[in-house]
């Protein structure tokens, strides 16, 4: 079935001008509103937020959208096919790929009459709670912010100024909410080392992108004072970089922004089938196993090694008969590989 691509820009007004450390400061935020509509007339939506950050403006996404609208797959359901295509045509300009890949989600769950987070088999009692954000500004303008956000349990503090502790007194005297802190890269490695101790004083969770997201060994460093977890925001654009973040102990917790992640919808079913928004097992990239599961996998290196050591299969050093086509029935212990 043929796919119809329909692009729109929307300005969004936001009730305080959106302030970070990269700067910022304007009320109106200009989106790309994308629509994927089949033969039958199901649409499916996404949205393109783009950030100058990475080099993306609403342009540079209906541009990169006409080059990407040859490509739709011809089944909405083939989703991974038409993420790798996609990341093939235009590598970068992750914004318009994710609009593109969440359009698809959404026509497929509709189409099937399923939300996507039953399509990926996920638990939403299980999800782990987001937060509200509160932009850099005056500390007495972000304490308003804060009172504002009163129906929001968990709050994310822009930080990366030179005022950083009198904002974090200013907001936790307005409140004894969790807190989590985003530097959007404005700290310096000296800078984010000094910060560690006080945001750990002021009841801070983890802290978000201290340093460049080019600078994993800063960014480690940061880690390996294991003052507090942290994580390396929204850098990471596909899920191939979140694996390669892990591996170099650079970060602790998986937090890409889903709008800004190249491949969209696969990237966030690695986020959400393997993680869950919960620790890394930051040597390897995963969760920090169970006890049955490492149990599993002494076992597994265990019986590999054997094998490694004698290629000899093992029915053969059990004295098991070959299996028989057609037949389901083996000696127990032959069916346990002894």
Not at 67 to 82: G, I, N, Q, V, W
Not at 83 to 101: G, H, I, T
Request: glycine content about 8%; overall charge positive.
């Amino acid at each position: 079935m043929a796919l119809k691509l329909a692009a729109e820009v929307v300005t969004l007004k936001t009730k305080h001008p959106f302030v970070i450390a990269r700067g910022g400061g304007d009320d109106a935020n200009r989106v790309v509103w994308v629509r994927l509509t089949d033969t039958d007339g199901v649409e499916g939506w996404g949205e393109a937020d783009p950030s100058r950050y990475y080099g993306e403006t609403a342009d540079t996404v209906l541009a990169v959208l006409e080059r990407l609208a040859p490509h739709l797959p011809r089944d909405p359901f083939d989703l991974e096919a038409a993420e790798a295509r996609f990341a093939e045509v235009v590598p970068k300009n992750a914004a318009a790929r994710a609009a593109l890949s969440a359009a698809l989600h959404d026509l497929v769950g509709k189409r099937l009459n399923q939300p996507v987070w039953k399509l990926w088999g996920l638990d939403p009692a299980r999800a782990p709670r987001s937060s509200f954000t509160i932009g850099l500004d005056t500390p007495e303008k972000m304490r308003q912010k804060v009172t504002e956000a009163a129906a929001y349990p968990i709050l994310k503090i822009k930080l990366g100024t030179e005022r950083d502790e009198q904002i974090l007194r200013a907001i936790r005297d307005a409140t004894d909410k969790p807190l989590r802190v985003d530097a959007n890269a404005g700290w310096t490695r000296e800078r984010a080392l000094q910060m560690l101790p006080i945001l750990k004083e002021y009841g801070v969770e983890f802290v978000e992108q201290p340093l460049p997201p080019d600078d994993l060994e800063g960014i480690a460093a940061v880690r390996r004072r294991g003052i507090l977890p942290v994580r390396r925001g929204r850098d990471q654009h596909q899920a191939r970089e979140v694996r390669l973040a892990a591996r170099s102990a650079a970060h602790d917790r998986d937090r890409p922004g889903a709008r800004h992640a190249g491949d969209g919808g696969l990237h966030d079913r690695v986020v959400a089938r393997n993680h869950g928004g919960r620790p890394f097992h930051a040597a390897r990239g995963r969760r920090r196993p169970g006890r049955r599961r490492a149990h599993r996998e002494r076992s597994f290196r265990r019986g590999h090694d054997r094998r490694r050591a004698d290629p000899t299969p093992h029915r053969a050093r059990a004295g098991c008969p070959a299996p028989v086509r057609g037949s389901l029935r083996t000696p127990r212990a032959c069916a346990r590989g002894q």
